[in-house]
């Protein structure tokens, strides 16, 4: 594993799979699984492989520049990009970016456009992303960013070549956390329980909310991945939901991360809406839109 200079490793597998993929870059590359520093730092990695003359030797010029995010042909969307100018529409930003698109890159290898957490963009900018797609823009690659191809649009994953980082290891989640996600499913099965655990005051914080929603989400990649194979009781629990219903689940995990990076929110809400949501015929079979936030506890 080869370590980024914030730290943050990437598998040497995922390397050799990119060096081989450089040959023809696709347009477009969903990297899903791991992390989410570890999806940014595969991606940068992407960036320099295909840029450097040594397939990212991560000590020239342009991978130094790379990795300090400062490559003329390197370009990052996330939160930083579109609050840089709060008064401008996120769509319009993006429309911005068509021009620099249309043009070939400034160096001798490809201009690479980075999506940080593309399971969150809006969807009308998802749509012209998809657009985009649909010309083919010599010379610039795409990276999106997701925790599983599910969440993002299907057909931009039709036009992606999908990489897949090392899943997390759900199985090394604090005990806490393993107690509360245990509860929250002996609730959807019985309806007992879970309300005398978050009305406990002071029981739920933020941090085990945020430890709870983590091994939620390790544990859905797991049950999406394998199955009935999966290598935890939680996995295999999750996996007995079906497609439909883990679907749902990664919503419901969305929005209460959403809710969850609100700081007037109190984090029981949002645990108790995540508890009650999952509740037979709560959902319905279509994909829900993503609240705020919960607004009463039930």
């Known amino acids: 594993m080869n370590a980024t200079g914030d730290g943050v490793g990437v598998d040497g597998q995922v390397l050799a799979r990119m060096r081989t993929l450089s040959v023809r870059p696709p347009q477009s590359l969903v990297l899903e699984g791991g992390t989410a520093p570890e999806r940014v730092a595969a991606a940068l990695a992407w960036a320099r492989t295909v840029n450097c003359g040594q397939k ?32 401008t529409p996120n769509t319009d930003k993006i429309r911005a970016l068509l021009p620099v698109w249309g043009q070939p890159p400034h160096g001798e290898g490809s201009r ?36 599983q191809r599910e969440r993002l649009l299907q057909t931009l994953v039709s036009r992606s070549f999908v990489l897949t980082l090392p899943w997390p290891q759900a199985g090394q989640a604090e005990p806490d956390a393993q107690d509360w996600v245990r509860a929250m499913l002996h609730f959807w099965d019985t309806g007992q329980g879970w309300f005398e655990r978050t009305g406990n005051k002071g029981a739920a914080d933020r941090p085990l909310a945020l430890r709870i929603l983590a091994l939620c989400q390790a544990e859905l990649a797991q049950a999406l991945m394998l199955g009935a194979s999966a290598p935890t009781a939680i996995a295999k629990r999750l996996a007995k939901l079906g497609p439909a219903g883990l679907r749902r689940f990664d919503l419901v995990l969305a929005a209460a991360q959403d809710a969850l990076n609100q700081p007037t929110v109190m984090p029981a809400l949002v645990l108790d809406w995540m508890a009650t949501s999952m509740m037979p015929g709560v959902i319905p079979a279509a994909p829900v839109p993503r609240p705020k936030a919960p607004a009463h506890r039930a």
Not at 76 to 87: G, H, L, M, Q, R
Not at 112 to 122: C, R
């Open 112 to 147: 690479v456009t980075i999506f940080v957490e593309a399971q969150d963009l809006h969807p009308a900018i998802a749509n012209l992303l998809l657009k985009t797609l649909e010309e083919p823009r010599p010379g610039n690659v795409f990276v999106l960013l997701a925790p």
């Open 56 to 87: 990212g030797c991560g000590t020239c010029g342009v991978c130094r520049q790379i990795e300090e995010r400062v490559f003329r042909d390197l370009i990052v969307v996330d939160k930083a990009f579109f609050e840089e100018d709060p008064k």
